[in-house]
């Protein structure tokens, strides 16, 4: 299990919190490998995020569809990470507006 804190770049003062991050349970298993909506409509969408409460995967704010964020609006689940295949190891709080890492990372990718 993953245990997510504030990234000091964030984009907030040093100090912000994030309840979010401390209540992030296992990654859940991804529903897919693609986002499933821009799928639905012809696309085949990079840069993917996954949804921590329930393994939504969605598209990111960067593409037409910005189904991520779209997810998030409709089910309020607060947090997603970035499901890229490059080992990037960042997630995203859409409450608290700012980036999380996973505990033991020293360094954000």
């Known amino acids: 299990m993953t245990e997510w804190v504030v990234r000091p770049d964030a984009g907030r003062p040093q100090g912000h919190s994030c ?3 401390a209540e992030a349970g ?3 298993i991804p529903e897919s490998r693609t986002c499933l909506e821009c799928a639905a409509q012809g696309r085949d969408e990079t840069r993917l995020r996954l949804c921590l ?3 939504h ?3 990111s704010d960067s593409a037409p569809g910005a189904h991520a964020t779209a997810h998030y609006e409709s089910s309020g689940h607060p947090l997603a990470q970035s499901a890229e295949p490059d080992d990037e190891t960042w997630a995203w709080c ?3 507006e700012l980036f999380l890492q996973p505990r033991n990372s020293h360094a954000p990718r």
């Open 53 to 55: 409460t329930c393994g």
């Open 94 to 96: 859409y409450v608290d």
């Open 57 to 59: 995967v969605g598209c």
């Open 19 to 21: 309840a979010h991050a």
């Open 26 to 28: 296992p990654t859940p």
